[in-house]
């Protein structure tokens, strides 16, 4: 805490992270594995660079 007054930072970046992943993970409760539930927070969470397999 002390660090965030002397450094003048927050942490709502990370909070907001947290709070859309936790939103995720609830709507993923079909999932058999967490493969999908991370595919899903990149998904979501990043830019939107998908590149398609190779064939």
Do not use: Q, V
């Not at 907001?16 to 595919?39: E, T």
């Not at 990149?42 to 397999?53: F, K, S």
Request: some cysteine; overall charge positive.
């Amino acid at each position: 805490m002390l660090a965030a007054i002397r450094l003048d930072i927050s942490n709502e970046r990370m909070e907001g992270l947290n709070s859309k992943a936790r939103l995720l993970s609830h709507r993923s409760f079909g999932f058999h594995s967490a493969d999908p539930l991370i595919a899903l927070i990149y998904l979501c969470c990043t830019g939107p660079t998908i590149t398609p397999p190779l064939r």
